[in-house]
C-alpha cells in the first residue's frame, strides 16, 4: 500500500463507519418503505449444512412473535474458495462451536452429527421448493425439515415431502441457488446464517440482538429477550470464595492476536480483564494476517468486517473507525516490536498500544516516528525501536504461533485457547466467545473440586 493510500484510507475508514452516514441511508430506506406502504422484511440465507443455520431457525419463532415482519427464505449450496479460506476446519470447528451454543440458548443440536448426501440433497430440495412458496410459516417447515436433517430422521424428512410443495429437480434447484448467490454478492454478502434488512446484514445468534435494537427503533415491537451469549462485565463467578478455587487452578490462556484484525482490538483489553479476573496465566501470541499467509479476503469480506466490527465497537464503548491498514510492511513492524515487547514484559501492553493506534487514530505503522511513540507509551526505550525492527527472529515466533493455533483446531483470531497443565480445555474463536473461556473454566473448577 503506498504512502497516498495510507493517506486516505482513514478519512475513507472514517466515512464507511460514520453513524450519521449510516442513519441517513437506514431513514432513507424506511422513507422508502413506508411510502410504498412495504412490510418490515426480513431475509434468511442459509445453507441447509451450516449448523449455525440449524440454530438461528430454532431462535426465530420467538424473534418473530415479537416483531411485525415478515421473514422470506433463501437457499445456499456449498461455500465459496474466496471466502471460506479453510473449509474443512472451519466445518468441524462449527460443529462443536454449534453444540457448545446450543447448550448456553437451550437449543437442540446432536452430539455426533451425520448428514447424509442423500438426506443432504433430499433437505435442499425440500427448503428450494419452499423458498419457491413463500408461505408466512415456511420457516416453520424449514426447521422441521433442517431437524429431520441434523437428527438423521429419514423417516420425519419423507413424510415432509408431502406437506411440502412439489421439489425441484437436482439441476433446476443447482440452478436457482446459484442465481441466489449472485443476488447475495450483489446485495454485498457471501455466508449462510445471514439475516438482510433494509441495507444492512446480521449473522447468525450472535447479531440477532443488533436487528432486534433496529425493529424496535422503527417500531416494529419490542424486545422481550436477548439472544446474545455475551456476558462482558458480568462474569458467571463473582463471589470471593468461589473464585479463589478457580485461581488456584494455574491454568492458562493462549490469545492468538493479529495487528491487522479489528476483531482482535475489540478483544483485547477484555481477554485481559477476563485473564485477571480468573486468574489466568496470558500469553499473547501474535499470528501474521491471512493475506500475508497466502489465504484469500476479498474486498466484500473486508466490507462486512469493517462494519460489523464497528457494530460490536459502539456495543462496547470502544473507539473505532478511523483506520490505517497495516498490512505488510505495518504488520512486520508491529511484530517486530512486540517480540522485543515480550522480552521486556510489555507485549500486551505495546498490542493495545499499537492495535489502538491502528483502529481508532489510523496511524500509519510503517513511520518510525509512529513506531516510536507507540513503543515508548508501552514501556520501550527510545533507541529500542529502530533495533527492534532489524531484528527478524519475530518471523519464527509468528510460524510457531501459526501452527499452534492449525493444532487447537482454529485458523483465525482472535483465537483462544485455554489449558490445565497439557490438557486443552477449550479452543474457540471470535471475540464474542469470551463466555466459553469461562464456561470451560467453570467446569473444569467443578471437576476439581468433585475429582
Same mark, same amino acid.
Given at each position: 500500500?503506498? =504512502? ?8 475513507? =475508514? ?24 412495504? %412490510? ?6 442459509? !445453507?441447509?449444512?451450516? %449448523? ?10 420467538? *424473534?418473530?412473535?415479537?416483531?411485525? @415482519? ?38 437442540? *443440536? ?11 440433497? !433430499? ?21 422441521? @425439515? ?25 439441476? &433446476? ?32 445468534? $450472535? !447479531?440477532?440482538?443488533? +436487528? ?23 462474569? +458467571?463467578?463473582?463471589?470471593? #470464595? ?5 485461581? =488456584?487452578?494455574?491454568? =492458562? ?37 491471512? @493475506? ?27 473507539? *473505532?473507525?478511523?483506520?490505517? $491498514? ?23 501492553? *505495546? ?40 531484528? &527478524? ?11 499452534? +493455533? ?6 483465525? @483470531? ?8 497439557? !490438557? ?9 466467545? +469470551?463466555?466459553?473461556? #469461562? ?13
Amino acid at each position: 500500500m503506498g =504512502s497516498l493510500q495510507r493517506l486516505i484510507q482513514p478519512r475513507l =475508514s472514517t466515512l464507511l463507519t460514520s453513524p450519521r452516514l449510516r442513519d441517513m441511508r437506514r431513514q432513507g430506506l424506511e422513507a422508502w418503505r413506508r411510502l410504498g406502504r412495504y %412490510p418490515h422484511q426480513v431475509t434468511l440465507w442459509l !445453507r441447509a449444512d451450516d %449448523p449455525y443455520a440449524y440454530l438461528l431457525l430454532q431462535a426465530l419463532p420467538g *424473534f418473530l412473535s415479537q416483531f411485525d @415482519v415478515e421473514l422470506r427464505l433463501r437457499l445456499l449450496q456449498g461455500s465459496e474458495p474466496d471466502t471460506t479460506p479453510d473449509p474443512e476446519r472451519l466445518a468441524r470447528y462449527a460443529e462443536r462451536d454449534a453444540a457448545r451454543l446450543a447448550r448456553w440458548h437451550g437449543l437442540e *443440536f446432536p452430539a455426533q452429527p451425520r448428514l447424509r448426501p442423500e438426506l443432504l440433497a !433430499r433437505a435442499e430440495a425440500l427448503i428450494g421448493a419452499l423458498e419457491k412458496e413463500e408461505a408466512d410459516d415456511s420457516h416453520e417447515t424449514a426447521l422441521a @425439515v433442517l431437524r429431520a436433517l441434523w437428527c438423521d430422521d429419514a423417516d420425519t424428512l419423507a413424510a415432509l415431502g408431502d406437506v411440502c410443495p412439489p421439489a425441484p429437480d437436482a439441476d &433446476t434447484l443447482a440452478q436457482h441457488c446459484a442465481g441466489n448467490r449472485v443476488s447475495q454478492r450483489e446485495l454485498r454478502h457471501y455466508d449462510s446464517a445471514m439475516l438482510h434488512y433494509a441495507g444492512e446484514w446480521y449473522w447468525g445468534l $450472535d !447479531r440477532l440482538d443488533h +436487528l432486534a435494537e433496529r425493529l424496535q427503533q422503527l417500531g416494529a415491537g419490542n424486545i422481550c429477550q436477548r439472544w446474545s451469549a455475551d456476558i462482558d462485565g458480568h462474569y +458467571l463467578v463473582n463471589e470471593p #470464595e468461589q473464585l479463589a478455587p478457580m485461581r =488456584s487452578l494455574g491454568a =492458562s490462556l493462549d490469545f492468538f492476536f493479529s495487528f491487522r484484525s479489528p476483531y482482535s482490538w475489540l478483544a483485547l483489553q477484555r481477554v485481559r480483564d477476563l485473564a485477571e479476573h480468573y486468574g489466568l496465566t496470558l500469553n499473547l501470541r501474535p499470528v501474521l494476517p491471512m @493475506v500475508m499467509r497466502g489465504l484469500p479476503v476479498p474486498d466484500i469480506k473486508r466490507l462486512y468486517i469493517l462494519q460489523d466490527a464497528k457494530r460490536e465497537a459502539d456495543r462496547l464503548g470502544i473507539a *473505532f473507525g478511523r483506520i490505517c $491498514d497495516p498490512v505488510g510492511t505495518g504488520v512486520e513492524n508491529c511484530m517486530a516490536v512486540c517480540a522485543l515487547a515480550r522480552q521486556r514484559g510489555c507485549d500486551l501492553d *505495546f498490542a493495545a498500544e499499537a492495535a489502538h493506534a491502528i483502529w481508532s487514530e489510523g496511524a500509519d505503522m510503517t513511520r518510525l516516528a509512529t513506531l516510536q511513540r507507540i513503543a515508548m507509551a508501552a514501556g520501550l526505550r527510545p533507541g529500542e525501536t529502530r533495533d527492534a525492527l532489524d531484528d &527478524t527472529g519475530w518471523r519464527q515466533d509468528a510460524e510457531h504461533n501459526r501452527q499452534a +493455533l492449525l493444532a487447537a483446531g482454529l485458523w483465525g @483470531v482472535p483465537g483462544l485457547v485455554l489449558r490445565l497443565d497439557d !490438557r486443552l480445555l477449550c479452543a474457540t474463536w471470535g471475540q464474542d466467545r +469470551l463466555w466459553a473461556i #469461562e464456561d470451560a473454566l467453570l467446569e473444569a473448577a467443578s471437576e476439581s473440586l468433585h475429582a
